[in-house]
């Protein structure tokens, strides 16, 4: 429904739920076909029903979240299941920042768990760590863990 309002300059849908004719919906969105939706939740049917319907990606909650190789391959059997292919639904994934004997961030040790999960099929990673408040050393920062990232991370 919301695709045919991001699409149409005069949107009409109907499903057992829900019906409209001549409706008109402004801004559309810049990119084409819409605003990408992300699906969010466990490996379950519920979940993958809502992801082969609507979802462009999912962000894994609970156990898929903790082992992402096991949980996208749940999700793309339960999407499969379904009637869609998992291929081109985007994963999100998680690194958390490990540290060093000296309390610092080692990025090495971080970004080393990034080609598995990208192997799995994480398209986005999402990494959590400290980020000094002023604006050079966090720019510092951010440029290293790009570094560290790109150094593992296969070519798009």
Do not use: C
Not at 81 to 96: K, L, N, P, T, Y
Request: overall charge negative; aromatic content about 6%.
């Amino acid at each position: 429904m919301l695709e045919t309002l991001w699409r149409d300059q005069r949107a009409s849908f109907a499903d057992e739920r829900l019906s409209f004719d001549g409706i008109h919906q402004m801004p559309k969105p810049r990119q084409p076909g819409g605003v990408p939706v992300w699906v969010s939740g466990t490996a379950n049917r519920r979940s993958a029903r809502r992801l082969a319907r609507f979802g462009h990606g999912w962000i894994p909650w609970g156990p898929a979240a903790a082992d992402p190789v096991t949980g996208i391959a749940e999700m793309r059997a339960l999407v499969e299941a379904e009637g869609r292919s998992f291929d081109g639904i985007e994963v999100v994934g998680a690194v958390r920042a490990l540290t060093g004997s000296d309390g610092a961030v080692d990025l090495v040790a971080t970004m080393a768990g990034v080609p598995d999960l990208a192997a799995a099929g994480v398209t986005d990673v999402r990494l959590s760590m400290p980020v000094p408040a002023d604006p050079s050393a966090a720019h510092d920062v951010y440029a290293a863990a790009v570094e560290a990232f790109r150094a593992v991370a296969p070519a798009p």
